[in-house]
């Protein structure tokens, strides 16, 4: 260890956090100092399992001289929790959603303007190799056909499956498409859980590009696709395997009009790639690429799915109200 090193510290180890945990204690240049969690009994398994230690407290983490936070708790204490570390001094990865509404993601902004702190929001497959690899050759995308499918798991039930799993993609969509979002249509059903399970939505952007996002977590399978439409290309990425298949059309070839090409990538776990580049912006000072910003346009484009689903849900019921009257 050296003075370069960044003393980081993981709050929440649940499912998500303990990944944390485990990325940061193989990460060359951080020191994973200590877990925090609500509950002691997982608290001491995680901090045995990656040889660090338990610390109670969270609001004392600056006092342990703890530089940058994994902060990985329930959603709804991302903001409240958020603005007290960055307003501690501390810089902070915030787990996606950054924040159960607008105004406390806002919040989290504002704090970490305040305090000069490094904020950076937890979308992950933003550093995902075959993410990486297809934003070299995006030109003007007009159609995109995405796919996020998982079977249950009893996590993240906090949020609904927008909020957990279409997120993914809608924060790609906005980092891949330059135009502002005209209109919104959604749908969206509880299967096992009394939050929506599994949504549709199809999104129109003002450049006339138009996205169809399918996101469930109650699927039989797991699919993670997204599929992208250009002048003469068909771009397919699979998150999954992070490969990128480009499908291209050359008009001036007659004989051999299609072309088939595997888009070269470099394949790591994108939590590992997320970490590395927070820790790059711990030390540059400079904005991470999913900065506070991003994770809002993230949040605000999942709000307005959401306000899609209610709507066609109270449109559903209504008029099931007006058949019921005819007969």
């Known amino acids: 260890m050296n003075q370069n090193t960044i003393r980081v510290a993981v709050v929440g180890v649940g499912e998500f956090g303990r990944n944390h945990a485990r990325v940061w204690s193989e990460m060359e240049g951080a020191e994973l100092v200590g877990v925090v969690d609500s509950n002691p009994e997982r608290a001491a398994q995680v901090a045995a399992e990656f040889k ?30 958020g603005c007290r570390l960055l307003d501690s001094g501390i810089d902070v990865l915030v787990e996606k959603p950054m924040a ?36 070299k050759i995006v030109s003007q995308p007009m159609f995109f056909e995405v796919h996020r499918l998982g079977v249950f798991t009893p996590r993240s039930l906090d949020v609904d499956v927008v909020y957990d799993v279409m997120i993914h993609d809608l924060d790609i969509l906005l980092s891949l498409v330059n135009a502002s979002v005209v209109d919104v249509k959604a749908v969206g059903i509880p299967v096992i859980t009394d939050k929506n399970d599994i949504a549709q939505a199809r999104i129109e952007f ?25 002048h003469h290309e068909y771009i397919s990425i699979d998150f999954s395997r992070q490969d990128v298949l480009r499908v ?19 394949p790591e776990e994108p939590l590992k790639s997320e970490l590395r580049a927070f820790l790059h912006a711990i030390r540059t000072r400079r904005a991470p690429l999913v900065d506070g910003a991003a994770g809002l346009r993230a949040l605000e484009l999942a709000d ?7 709507e066609h849900a109270n449109r559903v019921k209504q008029g099931s109200f007006d058949l019921q009257e005819v007969r």
């Open 304 to 310: 307005r799915v959401n306000a899609g689903i209610l």
């Open 100 to 135: 159960s509404s607008v105004r406390e993601a806002s919040g989290l902004i504002a704090s970490a303007e305040r305090a000069k702190r490094i904020l950076q929001v937890g979308h992950l497959e933003r550093y995902n190799s075959a993410v990486v690899a297809a934003r």
């Open 248 to 266: 291209s059309v050359d008009l001036q070839n007659p004989q051999q009009p299609i072309n088939f090409v595997k888009v070269p990538t470099t």
């Open 52 to 81: 660090t230690r338990v610390i109670r407290d969270p609001y004392a983490l600056a006092d342990e001289k703890i530089e940058a936070v994994s902060l990985a708790v329930p959603t709804a204490e991302h903001g409240p929790m």
């Open 206 to 230: 003002a450049s006339g590009t138009v996205a169809n996002l399918t996101a469930s977590r109650v699927s039989t399978e797991k699919v993670r696709k997204m599929r992208f439409f250009q």
